[in-house]
């Protein structure tokens, strides 16, 4: 009899330590780990569902019903609980991951191409239109190519044109110009006859200043045929420059000398940004100097396999980096290689 009684008390006590420990309860791993504890197999609840047996008989209805209320109490506590904590993670959530949909986005930053090789593209996308076809050569280069075979011997005084940057392999430097290029196509195509462009970055241990870099592209023209003459090498440059700038742009050819071509000339093309006036980005003159031409030295086409007396051609070398000076409205040459976004980002 006092047994029954006392179970009865202490499932009142089981209640009230599982209400108690529920109450601190707070997120949902330790509400499982109470569920565990408090209406698991081996909560105190049900090991005195396990002891009823034992009960005096005239209590143990009383006993069975008081633990199957503290049962259902604590499972409906439990339920209760459970949605609580559910809103209050819900609650913790939306304040962590606020979203403020009325701020302003956030712009991607996209990737561009550098204004050296838009200018690069524009002149060889207009030249493939012309009919010329790209052909590809190396940055280190020889001696031999990038001077001997373009008539320039070592005790050349020219050699003092392109202050060169020489590698520790004798004969090996880093080409000062894309005219070593010339051999090489030639003498892939050589006897047939040859339109070909050779863009890409040279090299010259020079001072630098607002239009001289130590690095800087160029695109080498070059065209071998049967009675090429200077008027095709004119024609060439005028067609190319009324294409990238204006059908209406001058341009000048002004006697030179290089010894890989003569005649030579440099090419200028009429300031149009003052329109041949004189301003700050042409200095006054109205001209600025986009490159060098000429045609082919006899000594080069033969070194490049052509019979001279049967064939002729012609070859130009054009700066990209000063087309797209005049065309971008760019004052020194040095931003193209500074690395300095802000520049870069401008095209
Ligand atoms: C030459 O390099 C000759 N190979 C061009 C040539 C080719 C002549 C075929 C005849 C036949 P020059 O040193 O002038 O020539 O350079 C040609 C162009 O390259 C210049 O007009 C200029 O646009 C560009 N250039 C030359 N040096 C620099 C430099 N330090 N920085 C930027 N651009 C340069």
């Known amino acids: 009899m006092s047994e029954g009684n006392d179970i009865l008390t202490e499932l009142d006590a089981i209640r009230q330590r599982a209400i108690d420990a529920l109450a601190a309860v707070q997120d949902e791993n330790t509400l499982q780990t109470w569920k565990t504890a408090h209406l698991g197999r081996s909560a105190a609840v049900m090991q005195i569902f396990s002891q009823i047996g034992q009960v005096d008989k005239a209590l143990r209805g009383q006993v069975g019903q008081k633990a199957n209320q503290v049962k259902q109490a604590l499972e409906a506590a439990l339920a209760e609980k459970e949605q609580a904590v559910r809103?209050?993670?819900?609650a913790r959530k939306l304040v962590a991951e606020k979203l403020d949909v009325t701020l302003p986005g956030r712009k991607p930053a996209y990737g561009r191409l550098h204004p050296a090789t838009l200018a690069l593209e524009d002149?060889?996308?207009n030249l493939m239109e012309m009919g010329f076809q790209i052909y590809r050569s190396p940055e280190v280069e020889t001696d031999e190519n990038n001077f001997e075979l373009l008539n320039i011997p070592a005790y050349h005084p020219a050699r003092d044109m392109w202050d060169t940057f020489y590698t520790t392999k004798p004969g090996v430097l880093l080409r000062t110009h894309t005219s070593p290029?010339?051999?090489r196509a030639m003498r892939q195509v050589a006897p047939k006859p040859l339109r070909a462009i050779l863009p890409g970055m040279s090299y010259r241990y020079e001072q630098t200043d607002a239009s001289h870099e130590s690095q800087f592209d160029q695109v080498e023209v070059i065209a071998v045929g049967p009675g090429i003459t200077f008027g095709d090498l004119k024609g060439m440059i005028e067609d190319l420059a009324h294409r990238m700038f204006s059908p209406d742009v001058h341009i000048?050819?002004?006697?030179?000398y290089f010894p890989f071509t003569e005649p030579s000339a440099e090419v200028d093309i009429e300031c149009f940004i003052c329109g041949g006036k004189?301003?700050?980005?042409?200095?006054?003159?109205?001209?600025?100097?986009?490159?060098?031409?000429?045609?082919i030295h006899p000594t080069v086409l033969q070194n490049g396999g052509y019979d001279p007396s049967k064939f002729s051609g012609f070859a130009a070398g054009l700066g990209p980096e000063r087309i797209a000076m005049l065309k971008y409205h760019i004052e020194d040459i040095r931003y193209f290689w500074g690395n300095d976004a802000r520049f870069l980002e401008q095209f």
């Open 87 to 90: 809103e209050a993670v819900l």
């Open 123 to 125: 002149i060889c996308q």
């Open 181 to 183: 290029g010339q051999i």
């Open 252 to 256: 000048r050819l002004r006697p030179s």
């Open 278 to 295: 004189g301003c700050a980005v042409c200095k006054g003159g109205g001209w600025l100097e986009i490159g060098g031409c000429g045609m």
